[in-house]
């Protein structure tokens, strides 16, 4: 009995954790507006727990070999459900933090949607790069709302904000570059190599082979 329900049991498992992690999203925003003496720590262990799922959902997957491009995706959407919520609560908590610069957050948001529409528009699919650059700002993001939201402390709020503008500069790039739709790119260096029919070399911790 154990044999055939452990299984299944683990290939679910990375859509739990995606599903979790994009579950977060509403509880950190209702929890800012409705307990924001306490939101901060509640926030923090919500950064917290949605980067530790977001680096299980695919390790697990390729381990199993079901890490597919409907689980990349899925992965992607929750990755960012989850980072506007959090940025979200900033807004709500410290809105003169966001207020004081707002020219860069307002460049920041609008190039968000730009990659899918090159991805869109080239292929008919949203893309699912995956960058280092990316996942580098992703521990970024997380830095800096511990230090925001554990500590009131502001430090690294514009170089965070700083390096996800490089990183969506880059996802643009990789849209444009990219002869094929194709997922786990990790730089645009590698998309120059896929655009001149050179194979390129993933890091199996971070990529590994994506399932069609």
Known sequence: MEKTVRPKLLVILP?????????????????????????????????ALAI????YDGIIARNLNIATERIRLLDCYADLIFWLAAAWCVWVLHPNLVKANWILVAILISQEPISDLIYLLRFRKDGCSHTYLS???GLTL?????????????????FCVIIGIISQWERIAIAIVLPARICDIPTVFHAIQLKNGIPIKRNKLFHGETKR
Do not use: H, Q
Request: aromatic content about 22%; glycine content about 4%; charged content about 5%.
């Open 15 to 47: 859509m739990m954790l995606i599903v979790f992690r994009a579950l977060l999203a509403p509880f950190v925003i209702l929890w800012a507006y409705f307990f924001p003496s306490n939101a901060g720590l509640i926030i923090v262990i919500a950064c």
């Open 52 to 55: 530790v799922s977001d680096i």
């Open 135 to 137: 996942k580098f700002w």
């Open 142 to 158: 997380l830095t800096t709302f511990v230090l925001i939201f554990g500590f009131n402390n502001y430090m690294s709020f514009i």
